[in-house]
C-alpha cells in the first residue's frame, strides 16, 4: 500500500505517512499544474511497477486537482491499466461546502469506478449535536442525482475530543492506541474512549455500505 499526499495546502496525510516511510510517497514541490501532472504520473508509475494499491490526496481547496485529473484524463487512463479506481469526496454540513464538492463530482474529470461521499459531521459549525446536520442535504435535488449515478454516502460521525487529542500532537489513531501526548503524560481516558467509539461507529458505517469490496 503507498500513500501519496497531493494536498500542497494541508499535508496531514503525509504527516501519518511520511515519504521516508515504508507506504510514503513524495509530495509535489508546489501546487502548479505541470508540477503536479508530473508527480501524479511518478506516483501512478511507482504503483504500477510495485504492482500496490495506492491511495491518492488530491486535494480540495483549488482547482489543481479537478483540472489535474481532466487533462491526464485519468478515468481512462486508470481503466486502460488495470487499476480500478475509488474516488472518495468529502463534505461537510455547510451549503458552500457541498456545493464545492459537487461542483467537483459534477465536472466529470473523475470516472468510473465506485464514487463515495463521506458526510463529515465533525465539520459542523455549530455547536448544537441534537439534530442531523445533514438532515437538508439529503433532501436536496443535487445530492438526489448522486445517489441516483450509483455514489454511495457514507456518514463519518463528529469526534468532538478531538480538539483535545489534537492540543497533545496526536492523531486520532494515536489516540486510540492510547499513546502518551506531547506533554509526556497519559492522555485523558476519556478522549480515548470517545476515540475509540468513533472508530467502531464509523467502522460500522463503511461496512454496512460494503467497503471491503472497494477498500485494498
Same mark, same amino acid.
Given at each position: 500500500m503507498l500513500v501519496a499526499d497531493g494536498d500542497i495546502n494541508n499535508p496531514m496525510l503525509s504527516r501519518l505517512y511520511p515519504p521516508e516511510g515504508v507506504h510514503g510517497v513524495g509530495r509535489p514541490k508546489n501546487a502548479t499544474l505541470e508540477t503536479c501532472k508530473v508527480w501524479l504520473a511518478d506516483t501512478l508509475a511507482t504503483a504500477l511497477e510495485q504492482q500496490?494499491?495506492?491511495?491518492?490526496?488530491? !486535494? !480540495?481547496?483549488?482547482?489543481?486537482?479537478?483540472?489535474? %485529473? %481532466?487533462?491526464?484524463?485519468?478515468?481512462?487512463?486508470?481503466a486502460a491499466s488495470n487499476l480500478i479506481p475509488t474516488y472518495a469526496y468529502f463534505t461537510g454540513p455547510e451549503r458552500d461546502d457541498f456545493e464545492h464538492m459537487h461542483r467537483i463530482w459534477a465536472s466529470g474529470a473523475f470516472q468510473g469506478g465506485t464514487s463515495l461521499l463521506f458526510l463529515n459531521a465533525g465539520l459542523q459549525r455549530n455547536t448544537s449535536r441534537a439534530v442531523d446536520p445533514f438532515e437538508w442535504l439529503r433532501e436536496d435535488s443535487r445530492f438526489l442525482s448522486m445517489l441516483k449515478a !450509483?455514489?454511495?454516502?457514507?456518514?463519518?460521525? %463528529?469526534?468532538?475530543?478531538?480538539?483535545y487529542i489534537e492540543e497533545e500532537g496526536l492523531s486520532v489513531f494515536e489516540a486510540i492506541a492510547n499513546n502518551a501526548g506531547q506533554s509526556g503524560h497519559p492522555l485523558n481516558p476519556l478522549w480515548v474512549h470517545m476515540a475509540q467509539k468513533w472508530l467502531k461507529d464509523f467502522t460500522a458505517n463503511l461496512t454496512k455500505e460494503g467497503a471491503d469490496e472497494w477498500m485494498p
Amino acid at each position: 500500500m503507498l500513500v501519496a499526499d497531493g494536498d500542497i495546502n494541508n499535508p496531514m496525510l503525509s504527516r501519518l505517512y511520511p515519504p521516508e516511510g515504508v507506504h510514503g510517497v513524495g509530495r509535489p514541490k508546489n501546487a502548479t499544474l505541470e508540477t503536479c501532472k508530473v508527480w501524479l504520473a511518478d506516483t501512478l508509475a511507482t504503483a504500477l511497477e510495485q504492482q500496490a494499491s495506492v491511495v491518492i490526496d488530491m !486535494g !480540495g481547496g483549488d482547482r489543481i486537482s479537478e483540472e489535474l %485529473a %481532466a487533462e491526464s484524463d485519468l478515468g481512462h487512463f486508470l481503466a486502460a491499466s488495470n487499476l480500478i479506481p475509488t474516488y472518495a469526496y468529502f463534505t461537510g454540513p455547510e451549503r458552500d461546502d457541498f456545493e464545492h464538492m459537487h461542483r467537483i463530482w459534477a465536472s466529470g474529470a473523475f470516472q468510473g469506478g465506485t464514487s463515495l461521499l463521506f458526510l463529515n459531521a465533525g465539520l459542523q459549525r455549530n455547536t448544537s449535536r441534537a439534530v442531523d446536520p445533514f438532515e437538508w442535504l439529503r433532501e436536496d435535488s443535487r445530492f438526489l442525482s448522486m445517489l441516483k449515478a !450509483g455514489v454511495i454516502p457514507i456518514d463519518m460521525p %463528529a469526534l468532538t475530543a478531538m480538539k483535545y487529542i489534537e492540543e497533545e500532537g496526536l492523531s486520532v489513531f494515536e489516540a486510540i492506541a492510547n499513546n502518551a501526548g506531547q506533554s509526556g503524560h497519559p492522555l485523558n481516558p476519556l478522549w480515548v474512549h470517545m476515540a475509540q467509539k468513533w472508530l467502531k461507529d464509523f467502522t460500522a458505517n463503511l461496512t454496512k455500505e460494503g467497503a471491503d469490496e472497494w477498500m485494498p
